[in-house]
T-cell receptor, first 113, second 115 residues
Framework: AQSVTQLDSQVPVFEEAPVELRCNYSSSVSVYLFWYVQYPNQGLQLLLKYLSGSTLVKGINGFEAEFNKSQTSFHLRKPSVHISDTAEYFCAVSSKGGFKTIFGAGTRLFVKA | NAGVMQNPRHLVRRRGQEARLRCSPMKGHSHVYWYRQLPEEGLKFMVYLQKENIIDESGMPKERFSAEFPKEGPSILRIQQVVRGDSAAYFC?????????????FGQGTRLTVV
C-alpha cells in the first residue's frame, strides 16, 4: 500500500519570499509523483510530475520539485511567491503500472502582502 | 480535445433522495476514478473503473454508494438515500490505457450539498 504525508497543514509566507512545501511518501514499488494545486471551489490543476529521469522537475508557475528516493521525499519549492499562489497544494503518488493515485491531506499556502 | 467533463457542477439534494453524478472521460481514455473531498480535507480515493468493470472499489462506502462505467455513455456515481455527511466535492479523473499512463486528468468536480 502507498501513502503520502504532507508535513505542514498550513504555510504562511510573505510575498516574494521563497517557500518549500514538504511531502514524504511510502511505497514498496516504484512510483510516479505529482503535485497538484487547487484554488477555492475549483478542480485540481497539475503543477508538475516525476515519472523518471532527472530528479529535479520543473513545473508551471515557477514551481519545481526534487525527487529524493533515499529520503522518499518530493518537496515542492518556489524561489519567490506571489499573492496569486495562495491555494491548497496536494502531493500525490501512484505506482508505475498501477493507476490509483493517492493524495496527501494538502498544504494550504497563504501568501501575505 | 475536451477535458474530463463532470455534471452537474452543483447538486442539492434533500436527505433521503438519490444523487447521480456523471463523468465523461477524455477522448481515448478507458479508465475512470472517483474521489471524494470532504470540507477542509484532501481527496480520498473511492473507486477505479474500466469500461463495464470495477477494478478497485476499496474506498467506496459499503452501503448506499455505487459506481458504473457502461460500454456507452458516462461513468455514474450514485448515492442512494443521501445524508448530510455525504455533502462533499466529488471529483472524477480519467487516464489512458495501461502502457500509456503518465497521470490522471481531473474534472472540475460536482459539489453535492445535502439539506
Amino acid at each position: 500500500a502507498q501513502s503520502v504525508t504532507q508535513l505542514d497543514s498550513q504555510v504562511p509566507v510573505f510575498e516574494e519570499a521563497p517557500v518549500e512545501l514538504r511531502c514524504n511518501y511510502s511505497s514498496s514499488v516504484s512510483v510516479y509523483l505529482f503535485w497538484y494545486v487547487q484554488y477555492p471551489n475549483q478542480g485540481l490543476q497539475l503543477l508538475l510530475k516525476y515519472l523518471s529521469g532527472s530528479t529535479l522537475v520543473k513545473g508551471i508557475n515557477g514551481f519545481e520539485a526534487e525527487f529524493n528516493k533515499s529520503q522518499t521525499s518530493f518537496h515542492l519549492r518556489k524561489p519567490s511567491v506571489h499573492i496569486s499562489d495562495t491555494a491548497e497544494y496536494f502531493c500525490a503518488v501512484s505506482s508505475k503500472g498501477g493507476f490509483k493515485t493517492i493524495f496527501g491531506a494538502g498544504t494550504r499556502l497563504f501568501v501575505k502582502a | 480535445n475536451a477535458g474530463v467533463m463532470q455534471n452537474p457542477r452543483h447538486l442539492v439534494r434533500r436527505r433521503g433522495q438519490e444523487a447521480r453524478l456523471r463523468c465523461s472521460p477524455m477522448k481515448g481514455h478507458s479508465h475512470v476514478y472517483w474521489y471524494r473531498q470532504l470540507p477542509e480535507e484532501g481527496l480520498k480515493f473511492m473507486v477505479y473503473l474500466q469500461k463495464e468493470n470495477i477494478i478497485d472499489e476499496s474506498g467506496m462506502p459499503k452501503e448506499r454508494f455505487s459506481a458504473e462505467f457502461p460500454k456507452e455513455g458516462p461513468s455514474i456515481l450514485r448515492i442512494q438515500q443521501v445524508v448530510r455527511g455525504d455533502s462533499a466535492a466529488y471529483f472524477c479523473a480519467s487516464s489512458p490505457p495501461q502502457g500509456l499512463y503518465t497521470e490522471a486528468f481531473f474534472g472540475q468536480g460536482t459539489r453535492l450539498t445535502v439539506v
